[in-house]
């Protein structure tokens, strides 16, 4: 087991990648009565067409690592989170784009809670009965999401910029693309994403680092996997420019949503060139949308924008854009006025004054972040996939420059490269 110092944030993290590949960090927290553990694995949505190295490549329906998540908490002997409950532990479970987690947070048996999450996750439990009477269930939540107004709009902006990344496909899938699961594809795709080499195991809280490596140890010797070779994710030529301008959805909403943004033509950064693009846009949009920016408080006052107004920025190694909007009574003068704000401050430029601010802002929150284990969690698995390191957040924030904001600027807001989702009701 190494240790691995942060002295700039006052951490240490122990790790020791294991002889099946499985990663395990730990971070004690001295005084923190609550633990948290999460264990990742590096698939997401996006991962339907790859090949492992040896093996011939596979395309599976959309929503599969969805639809495998659920079934993961389904057990010959009973229900999983009951056996958390016993032992004071909350349980859950997500699929994003690239990952998916199961986790837990507890005060008491963290060991004994720590062994069930690994126990469960890696024994795959999948019948014939089980995956049809699954599909009905996601079927359901499927259907609700569809009907959902914040949800349509934010995957309509996505299904907007996206010609053929599976990015803009929905993480649950469809009906009919759910429909075309079987046990022996989610055997497939478990084996292949839930390989040990393929997953981490991240615990943060009031532990002792060497007892809780020592059952992760004895856990994983106790099992037995192959060697499995590199991964391969297999994606379609994504043409640069947007697949359409504009998607307009009807449903029954009191006023209008709407949500654009601009896709990248093209992004291959990674590791630590990733981070850097990720957090000067994350500081260039609180500099330009942050409620206490200047085009913020003109919209506001215009009475264009309600405090449901927000932005972020969206980047991994082979797609990036950015999401602006809210909910708003005049989703074309919405967009017109943040593209003509925008203009006004590439014309004019940055103040000094106004990135120094934000920049600070985002040290700090980044900085109360180190105070929740969850966040903590959840970031550092989030970020490793993507091959960088939470803890060098800090540094790439304190480098970071005014000309770096004024470069991303001009290079992301193309509008050649914008696209709007709105979601209103018929008129």
């Not at 011939?56 to 329906?61: A, G, L, N, T, Y």
């Not at 990952?99 to 795959?124: D, K």
């Not at 649950?172 to 997953?199: Q, R, W």
């Not at 909007?325 to 006025?337: A, C, E, F």
């Amino acid at each position: 087991m190494k240790a691995i110092p942060y002295p700039h944030v006052k951490e240490t993290i122990y790790t020791e990648q294991l002889s099946n590949g499985l990663t395990v960090f730990i971070l004690p927290k001295e005084g923190f009565s609550k633990t948290y553990a999460t264990f990742s694995t590096h698939y997401g949505s996006i991962d339907n067409h790859f090949r492992v190295e040896g093996a011939s490549e596979i395309k599976v329906p959309d929503g599969i690592a969805h639809f495998l998540e659920h079934k993961m908490f389904e057990e010959p002997t009973g229900d999983i989170f009951s056996v958390f409950a016993s032992n004071g532990a909350s349980a859950n479970a997500f699929t994003s784009f690239d990952r998916t987690a199961y986790l837990f947070s507890a005060t008491e048996y963290v060991l004994e809670n720590l062994t069930t999450l690994l126990n469960f996750v890696q024994n795959p439990y999948f019948t014939d009965e089980n995956v049809d009477k699954e599909k009905g269930i996601i079927g359901q939540e499927i259907k609700m999401y569809q009907d959902n107004p914040d949800w349509r709009v934010y995957f309509g902006l996505i299904e907007t910029m996206y010609h053929h990344h599976p990015i803009h496909i929905d993480i649950a899938g469809t009906v009919e693309s759910i429909a075309k699961i079987t046990k022996e594809l989610l055997y497939d795709c478990y084996h292949t994403f839930y390989h040990p080499s393929n997953m981490s195991l991240f615990v943060v809280g009031g532990v002792d680092p060497e007892e809780t490596m020592e059952l992760i140890r004895s856990n994983q010797a106790a099992k037995e996997y192959k060697p499995q070779g590199e991964i391969h994710r297999l994606f379609e030529q994504e043409p640069t420019t947007v697949k359409n301008k504009e998607k307009v959805t009807v449903l029954p909403v009191s006023l209008p949503k709407c949500l654009f943004g601009c896709k990248e033509p093209k992004q291959d950064a990674s590791g630590k060139e990733l981070l850097k693009r990720e957090l000067v846009m994350k500081v260039l949009l609180d500099i330009l949308l942050s409620p206490s920016s200047a085009i913020y408080q003109k919209l506001y006052e215009e009475q264009i924008i309600s405090d449901s107004f927000g932005s972020e920025y969206n980047i991994a190694e082979n797609y990036a854009f950015s999401i602006i909007g809210g909910d708003t009574p005049d989703p074309d003068k919405l967009v017109s006025r943040v593209r003509e704000e925008i203009d006004k401050v590439k014309e004019s430029g940055i103040a000094q004054t106004d990135f120094e601010r934000s920049r600070k802002k985002k040290i700090g929150g980044f900085l109360r972040q180190l105070n929740s284990p969850e966040s903590i969690a959840n970031e550092f698995t989030k970020y490793r996939f993507k091959q960088i390191d939470l803890f060098d957040i800090l540094p790439v924030y304190e480098q970071l420059t005014i000309e770096d904001v004024t470069t991303m600027l001009n290079e992301h807001f193309d509008w050649n490269q914008l696209a709007v989702s709105i979601v209103r009701s018929e008129a």
